[in-house]
């Protein structure tokens, strides 16, 4: 292989590396990932539930139960 074809090969690797690399990360920036959505990201969801959870357990606990009649 000539000198010249060798530098315009390896070249072209660089050039290819750079612009597949610099890509991915344009893209993960341009299109989210679907894992990491509104509720997994934000603890929102677990505090509601958790909410929920305690209601429920104060009106558990504030009704009377059959026994206690």
């Not at 920036?29 to 509601?48: F, K, N, R, Y």
């Amino acid at each position: 292989m000539r000198a010249s074809t060798r530098v315009n090969v390896t070249n072209r690797l660089f050039v290819t590396t750079f612009l597949v690399a610099f890509s991915s990360v344009a893209l993960s920036s341009a299109i989210p990932c679907p894992a990491h959505t509104l509720d997994s990201d934000a603890p929102i969801a677990a505090v509601e539930r958790k909410k929920q959870l305690e209601a429920e357990e104060l009106r558990t606990v504030s009704t009377p139960s059959s026994r206690d009649t």
